[in-house]
């Protein structure tokens, strides 16, 4: 008795070791993990009782009045943009809102231009970087950058009036606006109005099946790396599994990861939902730029395309013709309404394209948005664009 004492006491101190050692050894390899895995884990805490996770958690937040904004008076504090994308942001509230955005107010309260987008203009990556600051810098014009992540046309067109052009401000207005469009702004748009309760289209039903997790469950969750290893591919999370890059290339210096469902799912548009976000889309533009035009200011909407298409000679191949040109789709029907309704608009797609031409990384691998090279192709094409209009003048 005594000898199998001992040789369970053994056994259990092995295992002990065993998962202590897989408990260490899973975050310190956090980074090298395959992409759900990391999208799965990144809420577990770097050690249990402590604060820290594996990936920072994001400053922004869920907003019935724009779907998405980010927390103010943040100060140098790390976000993730995926699990890979790591940089540090400061936030700043305007004129006493709860709104953060990574330009602080004008001291002389004169804002002279303005950037509204989403991620892509708010920028995943140190602020410095952003398209908006460089070409701030290249065009001598203080440009306020107002971005948000996860937001589309609606939240745009509102964050405008309610921080620069509500008329109780009392603030001149800016001569120049730049809008920056996404294809899944339709997306996003419609997301608020179903946050509003004013959609026409009803939301489609998750087929999903969900249980409650219980105390324990939701500790382990967040406290133990094999447990939600366990659990990530044990019960698939669409949550994540959406998120998640299927192809990867790599060819002559450029590797990209590409093809979320997400996108597809954003982009797609026989959707009803994604119809009706676009009507949606099209008054917020139609209105904000009768706005900044009466106010004798100009309007330019910069049209953003997504690596997919940037990059077509190489995810076409993996992905099929009509799945990039589907993913092209929104960004080609509203240049088709630019030219409709007789607005200011630039499509930076040829620009990047070239780039890509030339095997140059202009996106991060593992995330949707522009690297650092990126952003300084866009700030140069949007300010030859500029100024070959006599919008800078």
Known sequence: MRRLLIRLLLVCFGLLLALLIAEIGIRLLYASLPQNLQIALRDVRTSPFSDQRLAPPPLWQSDRDYLTIVRPDAVDLLQAGSPTVIFPVSSYAWWGGRVGFRSPPPTDGVVQAVALGDSHTFCFTRVEDCWVSELSKAANLPISNLGQPVTGSLGHARLFYDFVAKPELGLKQPRLVLWQFYGNDY????????????????P???????????????????????????????????????????????????????????????????????????QLSHQAILDTRDRV??????????????????????????????????????RVRLLKFCDEQHLTCFDLLPGLQAAAAQHQQVFFPTDPHLNAAGNALVANLVNTFLHDHGLLN
Do not use: C
């Not at 997306?187 to 009803?202: I, R």
């Not at 659990?231 to 890059?245: E, I, K, S, Y």
């Open 293 to 330: 035009e009466k106010n004798g200011g100009d309007f330019v909407i910069i049209l953003m395309p997504t690596k997919e298409e940037v990059y077509r000679a190489l995810t076409e191949p993996k992905l099929g013709q009509a799945a990039v040109d589907a993913l092209a789709e929104t």
């Open 187 to 202: 997306n996003d748009d419609y997301g608020l109005a179903v946050l509003d309760g004013t959609n026409q289209t009803p």
């Open 204 to 278: 489609s039903e998750s087929t999903a099946i969900t249980t409650a997790d219980s105390d324990l469950q939701r500790w382990l969750r967040q406290n133990s790396v094999v447990y939600a290893v366990i659990d990530a591919l044990t019960r698939r999370d669409p949550g994540v599994d959406m998120f998640v890059d299927p192809y990867r290339v790599i060819d002559q210096g450029v590797d990209i990861f590409f093809g979320q469902t997400y996108i597809r799912d954003s982009f797609d548009m026989t959707q009803p939902r994604n119809r009706e976000g676009e």
